[in-house]
């Protein structure tokens, strides 16, 4: 069963618009939400992360939302920028896993049009 | 800066061949990991080493194993492949404690014929 999932495969925005990127989870033991951004032959790059115990973390352009009573995360880039297509995989932990392990989704590729 | 250093970046192996596939962190990370990431269903976790001297399976482990071979190095072996095998693989490492985010590797591009 897919514990993490990202139910839009793609994603296509204009540049300088939000992109908004979501997230569902199954597990209600995860406790710790991370986003990673892959571009073409590279590997997953960390870009933001948050504690079940904030609703919101900021990090630049970046914000990531947490709703815990429906189980979804969301992440929102604003302004969006042609740099930022690449493909956007959402993934949770939880506290009693050892050595940090995790669970991805399926990811999303966005794509930024100028 | 390293980082994460995948061997090799493509393969091309023929069903029921063997082969390692070589990680080295520079990070004097504590945890590291391999995944494996096929069209469609993200990366899923095949072996992790929270500390030098374990591992322990993943969500997918059958067809593979693992050595860690000391604090930097983790290699992860197909004994005899199988054309269900082939994916890109990635070898991760984290700090392994508070919540430390895990560092990719570039990936290793695996075909089995």
Redesign the interface.
């Known amino acids: 069963d897919q514990q993490?999932k990202?139910n839009s495969?793609s994603l296509s925005v204009q540049e300088g618009r939000i992109s908004i990127l979501n997230c569902d989870y199954t597990n209600s033991m995860f406790d710790?939400f991370?986003w990673?951004k892959k571009y073409p032959?590279?590997?997953?790059?960390?870009l933001i992360?948050i504690?079940s115990i904030k609703d919101k973390n900021e990090d630049g352009r970046f914000t990531v939302f947490l709703n815990k009573s429906a189980k979804h995360l969301s992440l929102h880039i604003v302004p969006s920028q042609p740099g930022d297509s690449a493909v956007y995989?959402c993934a949770a932990?939880a506290r009693e896993t050892?050595?940090?392990?995790?669970?991805?989704?399926?990811?999303t590729q966005l794509t930024v049009n100028p | 800066n390293a980082g994460?250093t995948q061997t090799p970046k493509f393969q091309v192996l023929k069903t029921g061949q063997s082969m390692t596939l070589q990680c080295a962190q520079d990070m004097n990370h504590?945890?590291m990991?391999w995944?494996r990431q096929d069209p469609?269903?993200?990366?899923?976790?095949i072996y992790?080493?929270?500390?030098e001297g374990t591992t322990?399976k993943?969500?997918v482990p059958n067809g593979y194993n693992v050595s860690r071979l000391n604090k930097r190095e983790f290699s992860l072996r197909l004994e005899s492949a199988a054309p269900s095998q082939t994916s890109v693989y990635?070898c991760?490492s984290?700090e392994?404690?508070d919540?430390?985010?895990?560092?990719?590797?570039?990936?290793t591009r695996l075909s089995i014929l």
């Open positions: 993490v990202q495969p710790y991370l990673y032959a590279e590997g997953p790059t960390f992360s504690s995989f932990s050892s050595g940090s392990r995790l669970t991805f989704g399926e990811g | 994460v504590n945890s990991y995944y469609g269903m993200g990366l899923r976790l992790y080493s929270a500390s322990d993943g969500e990635f991760a984290s392994g404690r919540r430390q985010p895990q560092h990719f590797g570039d990936g």
